[in-house]
């Protein structure tokens, strides 16, 4: 135990002395977090849309300002002859075209066929302005009173937990997760690849120090140091996307305690691997980048990964503290809900523990 | 000569009562390592006795820091039994302080803390630490620099606090690993002297390895090491009478045409080695009488000016050298391939046309003063030497001198040229090889020699010529392809100098060019920056090993960025005031602490089993000496003046000059 905090007392006064690493630390995160809060939009909005009236009559027009209005299209000015040009030129993502015969077929109770052409460069956002212009158009004929009494069942829909589709809900807690999945474990790959860059590690195999103490002893000390930047980075996170816990914090208080192990495991165990600091940045920005970025859930659903690839997400410690970040901020169920989670961060941790510790092996040069 | 005693005067009391009967501390048998196919070690024996001083010399890749690595208990022998304190190194950890090659120490750590992570690692109690942490530093003279960050220390204070932390546990042994490369002689003196008291008064075990074979004289004991095995053991004394061959100091002022003369010589009759050492010839031959009357016959033969001939004991590097030789490991010496045949034509007496010229040359940064009027000048075919103690501002100087740093004020002339010095004409006729490795690490070598030759212009067709001599010079013919930051140390600086006189420069820069190079190939370095400078290249150099300044022509001493002395070595020599005193006692480290208590401690220096002490008046001070060893009941077996060294030379003055200021340097 001893061997241990001597370890950390070193490793804090190494964070302290180097001025680079201590604004790293934490004005990367900030940089991130705002990044990634201001500027992740999922949901379309402001979509340019070009609308070629060929009926001009009143119905028409009511229709072409109905989809200006639903504030999720703006109506972009073109002279052509051609709307399909407006696509090829990338002016706007859709384009209508209201036939000439629109309001006579519909007066007459006939059905009129309306044109749209979207721009499928995008599939998902194409499928997004499809299923609006479609939404609009059925609401539109409603509003209108034109097929009073065909349908029966009219689907009303309500959002829950996030009523207000505020995307920021959605965002902001996932973006701590990806935050502290990267730069604890970047700190910790960068203490454990120098030693062995320097060659200094040769003076802990030279002591009895063992792999296991020495690396627990990094790790308490970054550990405290991750402290520092979660508490820093979800403090201003709250402050600035207004977001707060939703129910029992307590969870979410643990869960960021045993994330910030695992994380600070995975970057020990990748400066274990590293020769140099490069390798061990170049280890951490691909492999935690990516995984945290891509696999966690943070932004593409886990339900869409497709199935092998869908096994390596388990793994992603990430994964597991962006769903208890997420049920504290947006859900609040509470332990009930993601008590799993917790176990299987613990399970994770213990595992990335096990690894570096087996590849440390005797403390050893290898010969 | 008088037999050594192996550390028979300083039998300590032991440490560990339960251990005092094992009379071997460290027994090595048949110790084997390989690296997948390549053996490091082959077989090696030996041991060492508690309190001895053990060195293990020998040329780079011979195995010393595989051998470390062992012992230390951080590599694990392939075959062998490796015995530390009785145990396997391993278990012995604690017990044992290890300095390794690269630094020990954090860097970004003060030295307080650098101290507390070592003792916390060995589990040192508080209560011992606080004791033992101030009888260190006091000790290295670093007591009243705590706070100061390792990385701020000078080279010599750092190597010192690496000492301290490899002490902090008490350690009964103490492997040091090439503990003083980089360090002035100043230093290099004072952590010897720290070395020779551990093991007399503490009994502390010493392994040691040291490319500088002056402080080889130290050991009590020596291995010397080639090719993955011992291959001999013994005292310095011991090994120097194995040899059988006597040392001829030839002063002559035809030094060039003597050398060609006596090498051609030495392949038959009784001299066996020729060597320049700046203005004099060191000749070994079989017997001084028969081999005194040859040299003079030789130099009437070729109508050479009369010589004065001294006889002198061999030094240790001309058993390293020879032993080498007789192995067949010399690096080859091949002519450079010279394609434009040399400076010759640059008036060589011309005094006005000076190759380097500096005038009242000033550098300040911030408010310190790194280099106060520093006048230096240098002649085309002149090797000039730069000495002094780290921080001197030796770097700062060469940096200014060939344009790479602005100077505060004063004047500079490069080849003539004043004023742009950075002009790319004027560059290609410079060579510069910096302190630290000048070459990229993750480049093959050849990758290396190739941008090399590329940048300094050397014509296409020429290229392939130079760059394989450079390989064949460096002895690493089959290896081009290795990656240049595999290789050791002092490989590097070889294929580093090779690198700066691809394009045949008029002026070569060398900082620091041997530092960690074995002697043999400081030898083979010496012959080419020689040959260099015979063919008109002027040549400024500095260095740490002051046996290798004695092969500059003149040379200047830096001391707080000022230039206290210059000359040739001999007159600088000369110029020494007072004499030195070999004395050879009973008790060594008794008489030296005795000697200290009333001298300067820079007049005390202990050599394995004598002291060295610099007196101002002999005739006064010699009788008061034997008196005051006398009166300590000190039984004085020899007492005789010797001649000073330059490193004698260098420390006197150095330490005279640094009594009217601070003692240690700033930090630049």
């Known amino acids: ?367 | 000569m008088i037999q050594k005693t192996v550390a028979s005067s300083a039998i300590p009391e032991a440490r560990d009562p339960s251990l005092a009967s094992l009379d071997d501390v460290i027994r090595v048998v048949g110790l084997h390592k390989h690296y997948d196919r390549v053996a490091a070690v082959r077989g090696v024996d030996f041991a060492v006795k508690r309190g001895e001083v053990f060195g293990l010399i020998g040329p780079d890749g011979a195995g010393k820091t595989t051998t470390f690595h062992i012992l230390g208990g951080v590599m694990e022998a392939t075959t062998g039994d490796v015995k530390v304190l009785g145990q396997p190194p391993r278990d012995a950890r604690l017990m044992i302080g290890y300095l390794t090659q690269q630094f020990s120490l954090y860097l970004d750590l003060s030295i307080d803390e650098n101290l507390r992570y070592v003792s916390g690692l060995r589990q040192v109690p508080d209560r011992q630490f606080s004791e033992r942490r101030e009888k260190y530093l006091r000790l290295m003279n670093l007591e009243n620099f705590g706070d100061r960050l390792a990385g701020e220390l000078s080279g010599g204070m750092k190597q010192k606090l690496a000492l301290c932390c490899a002490l902090i546990s008490q350690p009964q042994v103490l492997l040091l690993d090439e503990p003083t490369t980089g360090v002035d002689p100043v230093s290099r003196r004072e952590f010897w002297d720290v070395l020779a008291a551990l093991a007399s008064e503490e009994g502390v075990t010493i392994v040691v390895a040291t490319p500088y074979l002056d402080e080889a004289e130290r050991c009590n004991r020596i291995g010397l090491m080639y090719d993955g095995q011992i291959q001999q053991i013994g005292t310095p004394a011991e090994l120097r009478n194995s040899l059988g061959l006597y040392r001829l100091e030839v002063h002559t002022l035809q030094l060039q045409a003597a050398e060609q003369v006596l090498t051609e010589a030495s392949e038959s009759g009784s001299i066996a080695d020729v060597q320049t050492f700046g203005d004099r010839l060191d000749v070994l031959v079989n017997d001084p009488q028969i081999g005194e009357a040859e040299v003079r016959e030789l130099f009437q033969q070729h109508h050479l000016q009369a010589a004065t001939i001294d006889l002198a004991e061999p030094t240790l590097e001309n058993v390293f050298v020879t032993r080498l030789r007789q192995q067949g490991s010399a690096p080859q010496s091949l002519a450079f391939p010279r394609s434009r045949g040399g400076n010759r034509d640059v008036t060589k007496n011309s005094s006005s046309d000076f190759a380097i010229y500096s005038h009242n040359l000033n550098r300040n940064f911030g408010s310190f003063q790194a280099v106060k009027n520093v006048n230096v000048e240098v002649r085309y075919g002149e090797i000039f030497g730069l000495l002094g103690a780290n921080g001197a501002g030796k770097t700062t100087t060469i940096k200014m001198l060939c344009g790479l740093l602005p100077e505060s004020s004063g004047d500079i002339s490069l080849g003539g040229e004043r004023g742009n010095l950075r002009s790319s004409e004027l560059r290609r006729r410079i060579g510069y090889m910096s302190q630290k490795f000048t070459l990229y690490d993750d480049l093959t070598i050849l990758q290396n020699l190739e941008f090399y030759s590329g940048i300094y212009g050397v014509p296409r067709r020429l290229r392939r010529e130079k760059i394989d001599w450079v390989i064949a010079t460096c002895g690493l013919e089959g290896r081009e392809t290795l990656i240049t930051g595999q290789l050791p140390g002092g490989w590097k600086q070889r294929v580093a100098f090779g690198a700066s006189v691809m394009h045949e420069p008029d002026i070569l820069f060398l900082d620091e060019p041997t530092s960690g190079v074995d002697p043999l190939a400081r030898r083979q370095f010496w012959k080419l920056i020689n040959d260099f400078a015979r063919n008109g290249t002027a040549i400024l150099v500095t260095t740490h090993y002051l046996e290798e300044a004695e092969q500059c022509n003149r040379m200047s001493f830096m001391v707080a960025g000022e230039i206290v002395t210059e000359g040739s070595p001999s007159q600088i020599k000369a110029s020494q005031p007072g004499q030195l005193i070999e004395v050879i006692t009973d008790q060594t480290q008794a008489a030296s602490n005795l000697l200290k208590q009333q001298m300067e401690s820079w007049r005390v220096s202990i050599f394995a089993d004598r002291l060295h002490v610099v007196v101002d008046d002999p005739d006064r001070d010699i009788p008061n000496l034997r008196s005051r060893l006398d009166a300590a009941n000190l039984t004085v077996h020899s007492l005789r003046p010797i001649p000073f060294s330059l490193e004698d030379a260098f420390i006197g003055v150095v330490q005279r000059s640094a009594h009217a200021t601070p003692k240690e340097p700033q930090p630049s």
């Not at chain 1, 995160?29 to 402001?46: C, Q, S, Y």
């Not at chain 1, 299923?131 to 349908?151: C, D, E, K, P, W």
């Not at chain 1, 996932?174 to 502290?180: A, M, Q, T």
């Not at chain 1, 994380?263 to 600091?277: D, E, P, Q, T, Y």
């Open chain 1, 1 to 367: 135990m001893k061997r241990i905090l001597a370890q950390c007392r070193k490793e804090l006064a190494q964070f302290r002395r180097d001025r680079l690493t201590l604004a790293l630390a934490f004005i990367l995160p900030v940089m991130t977090l705002f990044i990634f809060g201001f500027a992740i939009r999922l949901e379309a909005k402001n979509i340019s849309i070009v609308v070629q009236d060929l009926d001009r009559s009143n119905l028409s027009r009511r229709y072409s300002e109905g989809i200006y209005e639903t504030n999720q299209f703006v109506p972009v000015r073109w002279s052509g002859s051609d709307p399909l040009d407006a696509l090829d030129r990338g002016i706007g993502k859709a384009a209508v075209i209201i036939p000439s015969d629109f309001n006579r077929e519909i007066t007459a109770g006939k059905t009129s066929t309306i044109q749209v052409l979207i721009d499928g460069t995008d599939v998902n956002n194409a499928r997004v302005i499809k299923n609006s212009i479609q939404a609009f158009t059925r609401s539109f004929v409603q509003n209108q009173g034109l097929t009073a009494g065909t349908s029966k069942i009219i689907a009303r829909t309500r959002l829950w937990f996030n009523p207000g589709r505020q995307e920021s809900l959605y965002i902001v807690p996932g973006v701590f997760g990806v935050i502290l999945a990267i730069y604890p474990s970047l700190l910790a790959a960068l203490a454990m690849s120098r030693e062995k860059e320097q060659g200094t590690i040769l003076q802990t195999y030279a002591s009895s120090i063992s792999a296991a103490e020495l690396l627990l002893g990094k790790c308490l000390a970054y550990f405290v140091v991750g402290i520092g930047q979660a508490l820093f980075v979800i403090a201003l996170g709250c402050a600035v996307f207004r977001i707060w816990f939703v129910g029992d914090p307590t969870p979410f208080i643990i869960g960021t305690g045993i994330f910030l192990i695992a994380s600070i495991m995975f970057g020990l165990l990748i400066g274990v691997r590293a020769n140099n600091r490069s390798v061990a940045v170049q280890g951490v920005a691909s492999a935690g980048f990516l995984l945290a970025l891509l696999l966690s859930g943070f932004i593409y659903p886990l339900s869409n990964i497709p199935f092998p690839l869908s096994l390596v997400t388990y793994i992603v410690p990430a994964r597991y503290f962006i769903e208890i970040s997420r049920d504290a901020f947006v859900r609040g169920t509470g332990w009930a809900g993601v008590w799993t989670a917790h176990a299987c961060l613990t399970a994770l941790a213990f595992v990335l523990f096990s690894i570096a510790r087996r590849i440390m092996g005797r403390m050893q040069l290898p010969g």
